[in-house]
């Protein structure tokens, strides 16, 4: 993301989110999160992803298939929501922000690291034929792709720009929501829950 963008210091609800996801403990599920988007026809779609990054401060990194629906409803509409659930911590993190446009050169080396450091297994998806068409018996679903094999054209970054954090902990009585938004430099309200 753009540096003049990046505000230095770790907003207030960071440290709190890697807390809550400490407490999931080696659970894969401490990385699940849904990711809400608006349709070309205005209703909503939502769907789960894993999160694969911090980028910055406030740049939240996930990654998808290209060929699949949700780049198309970016395009025309690029805010977006997440939903985190940490079941163990009783927490549930908002996250509202905005998919950016990297620069081609940077989008190509964040595309490759982001590809190295996933697992042969895990590229696999990227493999496989296009998402959401009907499924064809005699169609290659590969179990891996190796080292070897080039970046498929459709693995996409998105990269989130975060604008405001909103956390509900079902902690205690009555129970403890906060909101903390960039325009207002992070300061955090409390509100009702
Ligand atoms: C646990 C879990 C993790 C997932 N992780 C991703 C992911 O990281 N990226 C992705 O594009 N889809 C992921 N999916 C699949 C999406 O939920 C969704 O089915 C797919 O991306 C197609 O969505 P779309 O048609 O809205 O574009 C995951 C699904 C599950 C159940």
Do not use: Y
């Amino acid at each position: 993301m753009g540096a003049d963008h990046m505000p230095e210091f770790l907003p207030p609800w960071r440290p709190l989110l890697r807390g809550a996801r400490e407490r999931e403990g080696r659970s894969p599920a401490a990385r699940w999160l849904q990711l809400a988007t608006v349709a070309s026809d205005g209703t909503p779609r939502v769907r789960t992803l894993v999160f694969r990054g911090w980028a910055g401060p406030t740049g939240l990194d996930l990654l998808t298939d290209g060929r699949s629906t949700k780049p198309t409803e970016l395009a025309h509409q690029p805010t977006v929501e997440l939903c985190w659930l940490l079941p163990k911590a009783r927490s549930q993190f908002r996250l509202r922000g905005a998919v950016i446009q990297l620069e081609t050169e940077e989008l190509q080396r964040e595309r490759e690291q982001h590809w190295q450091r996933l697992t042969p297994g895990g590229r696999a998806l990227w493999g496989w034929p296009e998402p959401g068409q009907p499924f064809e018996a005699s169609a290659d679903f590969p179990e891996e792709l190796g080292d070897n094999v080039p970046i498929p054209p459709h693995f996409q970054l998105l990269r989130i720009a975060i604008e405001q954090a909103e956390l509900l902990e079902l902690t205690g009585h009555p129970h403890h929501r906060r909101r903390w938004q960039a325009g207002d430099g992070w300061r955090e309200q409390r509100l009702n829950p």
